[in-house]
């Protein structure tokens, strides 16, 4: 039966009064700031031409949500290489995060194919996040298996143009615009990891920070673990934040399974740990029940928790909290026997 009339205002009125009144006694970091928008700001998209590529890219910076109400504030950056399919979910998450104070307010910059070209162009991706060296698919029977499934043509690896064109021509062309604090993250995801993971050592330093989801590692005849061993052959030590997910999952998702996601990134992950490199704060985790798609929520959620972790620590709850209780006075009767 319909709720009276009366009734409906009155429940009405009071959400409106809650509403109207959260950011008196609420914790969220928004709320202090007066002016702040509730969410992102998604600006319109441009493309760029580099003269490295025969194809454009296109670019999507996300603002924080206190970005206008702050000018003298800067922030956080953090890359989407693969933007036409992750921007959004990364801008929502992050939305959310940062009401509940599980994340700092950061600038996005999402980089890819202009999304109206569909996923032809996101198909380019595998140019843009391969490093150089030989083929694509993995070594071995698995990598006969994927061929037959997927083959591919030969195609030019432009891990290193792609990595100039965030790093060498977008990074200060934006940071002439847009109010960065000099830190940046990178998450990269799936071939996507692999460019991050080569970047990790082919670029050292350019990104402090990496969140690396289910990286492909296996291709290209395992061009990031040569990298990383190039690397080391002559640095003892490696600056970064950098966090390692993968879903449990993707080791009896067929066509995943024969690309060695999980064992990538646990390859990686050992690697990286027998390194020991002193300036290197890695955290990995293998997300129970999760497969290549749906285990990508968890990877960003927690790889921003492992990578401003410090930053977030200093966050307050997001819910009102009661008054401690007051210190118990010496001597003060317990109620029990």
């Not at 749906?294 to 008054?323: F, Q, Y």
């Amino acid at each position: 039966m319909p709720l009276p009339l009366l009734c409906r205002l009155w429940i009405a009125a009071l959400l409106w009064l809650a509403g109207a009144c959260a950011p008196a006694w609420a914790n969220p970091q928004l709320a202090t700031v007066p002016g702040a928008r509730a969410n992102m700001d998604v600006l319109q998209p441009f493309n760029v031409q580099s003269k490295d590529f025969t194809y454009p890219h296109q670019v999507t910076v996300a603002l924080p949500a206190s970005y206008a109400a702050q000018p003298e504030r800067r922030y956080p950056v953090l890359w989407v290489p693969d933007a036409p399919l992750l921007m959004r979910t990364v801008v929502g998450l992050l939305d959310v995060l940062v009401i509940g104070n599980l994340a700092p307010e950061m600038i996005v910059e999402g980089v890819g194919s202009p999304a109206e070209e569909g996923l032809a162009g996101v198909g380019r991706r595998v140019m843009d996040f391969s490093p150089p060296g030989p083929g694509y698919a993995p070594p071995g029977l698995a990598g006969e298996r994927w061929t037959a499934l997927a083959p591919l043509p030969t195609f030019p690896h432009k891990a290193d143009a792609f990595l100039g064109l965030l790093v060498d021509d977008l990074r200060p062309r934006l940071a002439a615009q847009y109010r960065f604090s000099g830190e940046h993250a990178l998450l990269g995801h799936s071939a996507g990891g692999m460019l991050a993971a080569y970047s990790l050592f082919a670029r050292p330093g350019a990104f402090q920070k990496m969140i690396i989801g289910s990286p492909y590692l296996e291709g290209v005849a395992g061009a990031a673990f040569k990298a990383e061993a190039r690397y080391a052959a002559s640095h003892d030590d490696l600056a970064a934040t950098v966090f390692l997910g993968v879903g449990e999952r993707e080791a009896t998702e067929y066509f995943v399974a024969i690309s060695g996601n999980l064992e990538s990134t646990a390859r990686l992950s050992r690697t990286l740990t027998a390194r020991h490199y002193r300036s290197l704060a890695l955290d990995t985790r293998v997300f129970a029940g999760k497969d290549h798609y749906t285990v990508l929520p968890d990877i960003l959620i927690s790889g921003i928790a492992h990578l401003w972790r410090d930053e977030i620590a200093k966050l307050p709850s997001s819910w009102p909290t009661r008054e401690p209780a007051p210190p118990r006075r010496a001597g003060a009767a317990t109620g029990k026997p």
